[in-house]
């Protein structure tokens, strides 16, 4: 597996904002729905279906979900940086202002 640089490459990563990594993560989703094994592995993994998709989309934690399940599988995070032409540090500084990881005492 192949490490991917998350640190900022370029200006546009280091200036990403709450609302830009909203737009990134929404555009995930348009990315699985066009690819089924992809959806079908999101679903598997969050415990979600297709009738429950909708709604919980609508949950604040949803686009932090997208960004963690592209960040765990560096195949799809490549296809979807190619294809939207998002860089993956990009994606991954992203997941990092939607889901945050919590400082250990």
């Given at each position: 597996?192949r490490k991917i640089?998350?640190g900022?490459?370029s ?10 990594a909203?737009?990134i ?5 348009g990315f ?15 415990g979600l279906?297709?009738e429950?998709l909708?709604?919980?989309s609508?949950?604040p ?5 997208l ?10 995070l ?5 294809k ?9 500084r992203?997941?990092?202002?939607l889901?945050?990881?919590?400082e250990?005492?």
């Open positions: 597996m640089n998350a900022p490459t200006r546009r990563v280091c200036e990403l904002t709450k609302d830009a909203e737009l993560a929404a555009e995930i989703l699985l729905a066009d690819n089924r094994a992809h959806l079908r592995r999101f679903l598997a993994l969050s279906s297709f429950n909708r709604a919980a609508q949950e934690q949803f686009l932090a979900a960004l963690d399940y592209l960040a765990s599988d560096e195949a799809a490549l296809a979807f940086a190619a939207s032409r998002h860089e993956p540090a990009a994606i991954i992203a997941r990092e202002l889901s945050p990881h919590e250990l005492p």
